[in-house]
């Protein structure tokens, strides 16, 4: 499947449901690098993406970036709440309290 996301990219198409994938493709596979570098344009795309700034924590995270992981997360939680997506506002809150208890 990653591969052909990556191939609809070298084509010329970007947009935040394609950097999506890529970034979930490359954190499944444990790239956590990979997988940021993606996530970050899908949310530059659109701020919104609660689900991506969902992702985009566990990438940090996966780093060992807690400080990444903490501003995806926060960013996330407000993008979150602007909306009305209870059940991401409700992961990033705990992904948050457990980041804080792990320092």
Same mark, same amino acid.
């Given at each position: 499947?990653?591969?052909? +996301?990556?191939?609809?990219?070298?084509?010329?198409? /970007? =947009?935040? +449901?394609l950097r999506f994938g890529l970034g979930k493709a490359?954190? /499944?596979?444990? =790239?956590?690098?990979?997988?940021?570098?993606?996530?970050?344009?899908?949310?530059?795309?659109?701020?919104?993406?609660? $689900? $991506?700034?969902?992702?985009?924590? %566990?990438?940090? &995270?996966?780093?060992? /970036?807690? !400080?990444?992981?903490? &501003?995806?997360? #926060?960013?996330?939680? $407000?993008? $979150? &709440? !602007?909306?009305?997506?209870?059940? !991401?506002? %409700?992961?990033? #809150?705990?992904? +948050?309290? %457990? +980041? /804080?208890? !792990?320092?």
């Amino acid at each position: 499947m990653r591969e052909s +996301l990556e191939k609809m990219l070298a084509k010329g198409v /970007d =947009n935040s +449901l394609l950097r999506f994938g890529l970034g979930k493709a490359w954190l /499944d596979e444990g =790239n956590g690098a990979e997988a940021a570098l993606h996530l970050r344009r899908c949310v530059e795309f659109d701020p919104k993406y609660s $689900a $991506a700034w969902k992702l985009l924590g %566990k990438a940090y &995270q996966v780093q060992g /970036d807690v !400080a990444g992981a903490r &501003q995806a997360w #926060t960013e996330g939680l $407000a993008a $979150a &709440q !602007a909306h009305g997506d209870k059940q !991401a506002e %409700k992961e990033m #809150t705990v992904f +948050l309290r %457990k +980041l /804080d208890k !792990a320092v």
